[in-house]
Nanobody, 112 residues
Framework: VQLVESGGGLVQPGGSLRLSCAASGIIFSINALAWYRQAPGKERELVASITLGATNYADSVKGRFTISRDNARSTVSLQMNSLKAEDTALYYC????????WGQGTQVTVSS
């Protein structure tokens, strides 16, 4: 299994970013997927997950982030709007239970 995240960057508070994750080595379409993040000095946390028919979000991002998947391209995306400084973290994708090898992640920095 290989996971490659992209799309991070530096954005001002209130701005938007769209993260993307390309997966290989798995039967993508049958798996529940998720985005996680880890801020400096903090534990990795699950931000959003998507199964075949449902999405779930951490309370801290609900209403601002949207997770989606493209099974044909084996990608999962995270649209992040109204970004806040506390969203600054390294963002990763993985299965919903985090059982695959972790990728490099993509850094999101929200700062003015």
């Amino acid at each position: 299994v290989q996971l490659v995240e992209s799309g991070g960057g530096l954005v001002q508070p209130g701005g938007s970013l769209r993260l993307s994750c390309a997966a290989s080595g798995i039967i993508f379409s049958i798996n529940a997927l998720a985005w996680y993040r880890q801020a400096p000095g903090k534990e990795r946390e699950l931000v959003a997950s998507i199964t075949l028919g449902a999405t779930n979000y951490a309370d801290s991002v609900k209403g601002r982030f949207t997770i989606s998947r493209d099974n044909a391209r084996s990608t999962v995306s995270l649209q992040m709007n109204s970004l806040k400084a506390e969203d600054t973290a390294l963002y990763y994708c993985n299965s919903k239970d985090g059982r695959w090898p972790w990728g490099q992640g993509t850094q999101v920095t929200v700062s003015s």
